[in-house]
């Protein structure tokens, strides 16, 4: 039973959520607490998993298509779909029950605003444009604002903007590079796929120009202090490097570790 578990929360992808919460919540000058954070980052990622339940019951059909995705636990039959809905719903509510616990109701109510925008307006667009990307991306950008909000800042405030703002960019061209290794499970599905008049490397590399800005742009609005050294090496720099030689073999790998990368170069000083 654990094993079609773990392929129906995808773990490692719920875990990505939380670390992208734990981020925002570093980025807040307040004093960390140590409880809160566990909230959050256990919090985040439950909620992040029980979505990702519900969204195989509702992808199921497209599931079945793919070779990347038909070992999944509903077109295995290792699950109903009435149980897979059951065991996701409870994984969401274990996660918003400990950010209200630790952050009072705004950061569940934008976990649960997230979590409708990926399973109501992602979900279905997808198999109708393939620009729904940019739709999706906004639920990439919740996890810093549910974070900042939980330690007390206001989810309009410039600097967590910013932030999210920064993981919104990183989406798009990772999603398209994923996109295009996997360009024959979409074609079997039905599932559009990006053909932009200036061919998907040029998109690509657009946004990796806007991207690499971004970055640089945190550590000029102070919005990264001490570790502003350590953010140039670690994010503009390799981005400029990689988008000069325009190497898609590193890219996709860097791009997987952004998250976490942030989130560690933000928690440094702060323990």
């Known amino acids: 039973m654990i094993a079609p578990l773990l392929r129906l929360f995808r773990p490692r992808l719920a875990l990505l959520n939380g670390v992208a919460a734990v981020g925002g919540y570093l980025l ?7 409880v809160s954070l566990g909230a959050l980052l256990g919090g985040v990622a439950l909620l ?22 038909n ?25 918003l029950l400990p950010l209200a616990a630790a952050g ?3 950061p569940p109510l934008l976990g649960a605003a997230a979590l409708v925008w ?19 991306a906004v639920c990439g950008a919740a996890p810093p604002l549910i974070g900042w909000c939980l330690a007390g800042g206001s989810p309009t405030d410039y600097r967590v903007m910013f932030l999210a703002g920064l993981l919104y960019l990183w ?15 979409y074609r079997a599905a039905g599932i559009p796929l990006l053909r932009p008049p200036v061919g998907e490397t040029g998109l690509v590399w657009l946004w990796m120009a806007a991207l690499t800005a971004a970055a640089m742009l945190l550590p000029a ?3 990264i202090g001490q570790q502003a050294a350590l953010w140039y090496v670690l994010f503009p720099l390799p981005l400029v490097v990689i988008s000069l030689a325009r190497s898609e073999r590193f890219l996709f790998p860097y791009l997987n570790l952004f998250p976490l990368l942030v989130t560690v170069t933000l928690s440094l000083g702060r323990f």
């Open 28 to 34: 807040h000058p307040a004093e960390v607490q140590p």
């Open 171 to 185: 989406q798009i061209p990772h999603f398209w590079l994923f996109q295009r290794r996997h360009a024959a499970d």
């Open 221 to 223: 609005f102070g919005i």
């Open 104 to 106: 009072g109701l705004l």
């Open 48 to 69: 992040a998993a029980g979505g990702s339940a519900i969204n195989q019951v509702v992808e199921r059909d497209l599931d079945r298509l793919m070779v990347r995705t």
């Open 118 to 136: 990926y399973l109501a307006v992602y979900t279905p667009l997808k198999r109708r444009t393939s620009l729904a990307l940019a739709a999706g």
């Open 71 to 95: 070992r999944r636990p509903l077109p295995q039959g290792d699950l109903t779909p009435r149980s897979a809905t059951l065991i996701g719903v409870a994984a969401v509510t274990g996660g």
